[in-house]
């Protein structure tokens, strides 16, 4: 799959490594500390074997204050540029806004990665657009209601074909944009509105996704759902983030974002020797 100028073969799985520029991440704030620190990480992640850096400058997290664009583009951009001058990665914008999308495609990103699946003013105009003059790709994420408030009470009927649905109906919309299906990459939104059953029975039926003839992303690590399952810490959850990895992978997900590359990496190579000699 391209991603603006580089190629990223899916064939088996592939990491991607998140990358946090938000304040509670750097509370010393400067904005040479947060580069440094940022550097220091992505050099890490690439070692350990990362394909794509995740860099994110809002906090999506269950309850957590909205971000102005201009603390957006300040955390983010300036990253993007260094990340990009320093090492030959994919990097992917956490954002939903248009403006972050152009001014972190322009710094190099390949990647767009949009929690909202592009439904703020001007995002899917602004994709597409990106996607045709610089080859980027996108990915549209599923969430039921918004961060402030999305885990306050998440209602289903039937999570993986609302899910589905969603995703199917932000495909199409990019489509009519312009955007080619190979650019898309489908992600269920793990913690994003659903409860701790609705992340499960979305893990369990993922393959279901399928049909929608597009690469799948997940993101687990970490979250919620495993540390209430299992009553643990943030620190303590990287075996339960691990197995929902192994789940979703051996149901055709091909990139798992997450924390832990080294311990994410051992896992998708132990797979691929697995497969390979089955
Ligand atoms: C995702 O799933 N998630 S930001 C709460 C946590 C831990 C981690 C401690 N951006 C996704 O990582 N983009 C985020 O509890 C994402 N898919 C895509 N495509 C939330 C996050 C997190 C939240």
Redesign the pocket.
């Not at 939104?189 to 994003?192: D, E, M, P, Q, V």
């Given at each position: 799959m391209k991603f603006a100028d580089k190629f990223i073969d899916l064939t088996t799985p592939r990491v991607m490594g998140?990358l946090n520029v938000t304040p509670d991440s750097f509370s010393d704030g400067g904005q040479f500390h947060i580069k440094d620190n940022a550097l220091r990480h992505v050099e890490s992640m690439l070692k350990q074997g990362a394909d794509f850096i995740?860099v994110?400058g809002e906090s999506?997290?269950?309850g957590a204050d909205e971000v102005t664009l201009s603390e957006e583009l300040e955390r983010t951009i300036p990253v993007i540029e260094a990340i990009c001058q320093n090492f030959d990665t994919v990097v992917s914008i956490?954002t939903s806004k248009a403006v972050v999308m152009e001014e972190a495609v322009k710094a190099g990103a390949g990647l767009i990665?949009d929690?909202r699946a592009l439904q703020e003013p001007k995002a899917l105009e602004t994709a597409a657009n990106l996607a045709k003059s610089h080859g980027v790709a996108v990915?549209l994420?599923h969430m039921q209601g918004s961060p402030s408030t999305m885990q306050l009470s998440p209602e289903y009927g039937d999570v993986i074909k609302e899910v589905t649905t969603f995703l199917s109906e932000r495909k199409s919309a990019c489509l009519s944009e312009g955007i080619k299906a190979e650019q898309i990459l489908l992600?269920p939104?793990?913690?994003?509105g659903k409860s701790l059953e609705h992340n499960y029975q979305l893990l369990s039926q993922l393959g279901k996704l399928s049909p929608l003839s597009c690469e799948l992303?997940?993101?687990?690590?970490?979250?919620?759902m495993i540390?209430n399952l299992l009553e643990r810490e943030?620190d303590e959850r990287l075996a339960g983030g691990l197995a929902c990895a192994i789940y979703a992978i051996m149901q055709g997900a091909k990139i798992i974002?997450v924390h832990d590359v080294k311990e994410s990496v051992d896992v998708v190579k132990t797979m691929n020797k697995i497969i390979e000699c089955s």
């Open positions: 998140i995740d994110g999506t997290k269950p956490d990665n929690v990915c994420m992600d939104g793990f913690g994003f992303l997940v993101g687990v690590s970490r979250k919620s540390g943030v974002r």
